[in-house]
């Protein structure tokens, strides 16, 4: 994230005296990714915020995946996965995964733990709901819509908003771990990193922290996912006691409402979509639009091969032309793998004809490597969708003895 911003106070000139009113030095502290060759921030805390006083491992449950195999197009119903008590960080509920990223679904109605992600940023969708992401950089407001942005290793937690002590609607969001950088497509990028003018959105549409937190609290447990796995750290000092910070790398928010679609005369490809990037993967926005508008012209889409990559595509508003009879609903989540040619639901694309517009949304991230499935996926699947292009019947075969239909 590119764009200089300053919040709290910063000393005039980095790396120099700057005291609290006890006379004390604050601690500076520069995150910087890429070692120190990218962008970065400077961080004054009022502690030290290297004081650790233990450390043990945190026992997650297994992330394990299975591969996808037969190799399927696969329905996942994320609104029958158990939503009672989780948190935003360990009620995470493993969908898919490569070695580029982890998608997990959560439903989260309380505070989660202080945490942070040292393997990579984390891209987070909020489907529904509302509450507050508290970062050392400072407190995001966050709602339906909106994707947060949170960069390697900053320390946050995810506090659903609550009426009378009681969450009033919980978080429902979809959890985009990389393993490495996400950030604009390159291409809507200036040289110094300036939106273009032919970007769906720009700088005006991201929404940084603008109120500092500072809580007075000793011996504050914070998780810390690491390429080994998670360790509980417990530091001296809470971590939100930054008095301010400036730099170019900060968490952030973008709210799909804010990305102006590209439309055409003929059938626009996927790639206009296009939101974010990541190692591995992109995610695309599909929001309301007008459509092509060639007088022969074929809304719905064409039956199409990824032929380098795995299709992802969570459906979280409006209503979905080209997948009717397919039983998809809100929060449905579909998998088309590379390997398999997909394409409308039959009859939609007849439908489609003379439709001049569409009112949905949803979220896509196309993967370069195999997506495997996680148990989440396993336990909300809709095991009929293979067969919805074909009628709803799947034909078991007998051959040597084996199940191959
Ligand atoms: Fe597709």
């Known amino acids: 994230m590119p764009y200089y911003r300053k919040l709290g106070d910063v000393p005039r000139k980095r790396h120099t005296q700057f005291r609290r009113p006890d006379g004390g030095l604050f601690a ?65 509920q493993l969908l898919l995964a490569n070695p580029d990223v982890t998608l997990s679904y959560v ?26 992401v508290e970062t050392v950089f400072g407190a995001l ?18 506090v659903p908003a609550t009426e009378g002590g009681v969450s009033s609607a919980p978080l429902r969001l979809l959890v985009m771990e990389a393993g490495g950088h996400v950030g604009p497509p390159r291409r809507y990028l200036s040289g110094r990193g300036q939106f273009l003018e032919h970007s769906p959105y ?37 971590p939100f006691d930054v008095v301010g910070w400036d730099g170019c790398l900060y968490p952030s928010v973008f709210s799909i409402r804010d990305f102006e679609p590209i439309t055409g005369r003929l059938h626009q490809p ?41 299709e992802m595509i969570f459906y979280v508003g409006g209503d979905f032309m080209s997948r009717k009879g397919a039983g998809i609903e809100m929060g449905s989540i579909t998998l088309h793998p590379s390997g398999f040619t997909h394409g ?31 148990s989440a996926a396993t336990a909300c699947e809709d095991a009929s969708y293979p067969w919805s292009w074909s009628g709803g019947a ?12």
């Open 202 to 238: 720009c700088e005006r549409d991201l929404r940084a922290p603008e109120l500092l937190l500072t809580v007075d609290e000793e011996q504050v447990d914070v998780l810390v996912r690491h390429r080994q796995g998670v360790t509980r750290y417990t530091y001296a000092n809470h």
């Open 28 to 92: 500076e502290e520069l995150m910087g990714i890429e070692g120190f060759s990218n962008d970065s921030a400077l961080l004054y805390h009022r502690h030290l915020p290297t004081a650790i006083v233990a450390a043990e491992v945190h026992q997650e449950p297994s992330r394990t995946t299975r591969p996808n195999l037969p190799l399927l197009p696969r329905h996942l119903l994320t609104h029958k996965l158990d939503a009672d008590g989780a948190d935003a960080v360990t009620g995470r």
């Open 344 to 374: 409308p639901q039959p009859g939609s694309v007849e439908a489609s004809i003379g439709a001049q517009r569409t009112e949905e949304y949803a979220v896509m991230v196309d993967t370069f490597r195999p997506l495997e499935l996680g």
């Open 270 to 310: 996927p790639p206009v979509h296009q939101t974010f990037e990541g190692p591995g993967f992109v995610v695309c926005s599909f929001v309301p639009r007008l459509f092509d508008y060639h007088p022969l012209s074929i809304p719905a889409p064409y039956n199409h091969s990824n032929v380098d990559s795995d």
């Open 141 to 158: 407001d966050v709602a339906a819509g909106d994707y947060v942005s949170i960069p390697t290793s900053t320390t946050h937690r995810w």
């Open 107 to 132: 439903v989260a109605t309380r505070p989660s733990p202080l945490y942070r992600n040292a393997v990579g940023d984390e891209l987070v969708y909020v489907e529904s709901g509302t509450g507050v």
């Open 394 to 405: 799947r034909v078991a075969r007998e051959i040597d003895g084996s199940d191959v239909g």
